[in-house]
């Protein structure tokens, strides 16, 4: 967990930077260990704020958060991550980034290029 925190910290610090102010920012999910995948949020809000980074606690396991996230995004999930390896899902006022639960996915520099890539796909109409 201590590892995902940490990127979704910078994450947030870089979006910030970049001019997207939000004041509840950043959210991990809480799953256990044994699941291949974790999943942060982020809320993107117009106007000043702090950007912050909460631990949220999910109601049911994996497979009920990517139901509901498909659900509130209108994205098939399952589908999506069966052919790709790491999702970034646009909605309204928020990016969902889903990847798999191993180190490499979760290093500080992995926070820049998907911010990187977030910002890109920002423009493009989450396309990119």
């Known amino acids: 967990m201590t590892r995902t925190t940490a990127w ?16 509840s920012c950043g959210g991990v999910f809480d799953l256990p260990m044994r699941d291949a995948l974790r999943v942060v949020r982020f809320v993107l809000e117009d106007g000043p704020g702090n950007a912050t980074v909460d631990v949220v606690k999910p109601q049911g396991e994996l497979n009920d958060i990517l139901a509901s ?10 589908t999506a ?24 996915y979760w290093m500080g520099v992995s926070a820049l290029e998907d911010a990187d890539a977030v910002v890109a796909e920002s423009f493009v109409g989450g396309n990119a």
């Open 81 to 104: 991550l069966s052919g790709e390896r790491e999702l970034r899902i646009h909605g309204r006022n928020e990016v969902v980034i889903i990847k798999p639960a191993a180190r490499r």
């Open 69 to 78: 996230i498909g659900k509130r995004l209108k994205v098939k999930l399952a």
């Open 8 to 23: 979704n910290e910078g994450h947030a610090t870089l979006m910030e930077a970049l001019g997207n102010r939000c004041e």
